[in-house]
């Protein structure tokens, strides 16, 4: 009996070291997972930080990539809306240019024009003036039955002279021709339309007007100038008494320092 105590002892002593160290084995494999797992999980997170820190390097060097993107195209549109600024600079001072050239051709063509005018006026003036030297060119001297002339006394260089000449009509009435000179030295003056001459006669006191051209004396010598003429017609009877007449034209100048505002001449025509 003591032995089968002593066997079923020992067995369950064996056991119980059995179970012993099969409780060890368990426990050492059950750190050995923990620690395995712990290693595991460290390892998961140093990879996941390393995708983490390769993730955001990533990120960083794509915001790095994407701003020097950025900025050179920032650049390059800078530099093309600089290159855009010069072309039109450059256009704006080639149509500058070309506005100068075209009022510069204006200009130049405004000038030709000019002085064709000019010229044209300087033709037209010379062909005036021989024109009008042309009918200033001293008529025919008068003739008639009885002829005579007087002349003004400006105490100038400057007087006005009528000569006339008086013949007598079929009806016993007479016609006096008159015509009118300036003697003088240079002068120039326009035409005058108010000139006026005065006759007296038995039938009382007659004006009438006479025109004269406008007259550029250019030569110093002192010489007449055919100016205008005019006419009238009297009684036998007048002629014989004799006819008062006076001519006045307007000269409104200064000659000789001289003011003159008219000359006038004044004389007696009578059959004689």
């Known amino acids: 009996m003591k032995k089968k105590l002593y066997r079923m002892a020992a067995l369950m002593m064996a056991v119980l070291m059995m179970v012993s160290v099969t409780g ?10 923990v620690e395995d797992k712990e290693n595991g999980s460290t390892e998961v997170s140093e990879t996941a930080q390393a995708q983490e820190s390769q993730a955001e390097a990533s990120q960083e060097a794509s915001k790095e990539e994407s701003v020097t993107s950025q900025e050179e195209t920032s650049q390059a549109q800078d530099s093309q809306q600089e ?4 072309e039109e600079s450059k256009q704006e001072e080639s149509s500058k240019e070309e506005s ?7 200009e130049e063509s405004s000038k030709e024009e000019s002085s064709k005018e000019e010229s044209s006026k300087e033709e037209s003036k010379e062909e005036s003036k021989a024109e009008s030297s042309q009918k200033k060119e001293t008529p025919p001297a008068l003739t008639g039955d009885y002829t005579g002339e007087f002349v003004s006394d400006t105490e100038t260089a400057l007087n006005l002279i009528v000569r ?11 016609t006096v021709f008159l015509q009118f ?7 120039e ?3 005058r339309n108010d000139n006026t001459l005065t006759v007296v006669t038995s039938k009382g006191e007659q004006s009438f007007s006479f025109h004269t051209d406008e007259l550029e004396k250019e030569k110093d010598d002192y010489s007449e100038e055919y100016i205008g003429k005019t006419s009238f017609t009297v009684s036998e009877k007048d002629m014989e008494n004799g006819v008062s007449v006076t001519a006045s034209w307007p000269f409104r100048g200064t000659y000789s320092e001289k003011d003159i505002p008219e000359i006038k001449a004044a004389g007696v025509i009578k059959a004689e």
Not at 164 to 174: G, I, L, M
């Open 181 to 187: 000179f300036l003697e003088c030295y240079s002068l």
């Open 83 to 86: 290159e855009s600024k010069q």
């Open 164 to 174: 006339w000449a008086a013949s007598k009509n079929p009806d016993s009435t007479y």
């Open 24 to 33: 060890c084995a368990l426990m050492n494999k059950l750190d050995e997972v």
């Open 100 to 106: 100068k050239q075209e009022e510069s051709s204006k």
């Open 189 to 191: 003056v326009s035409e």
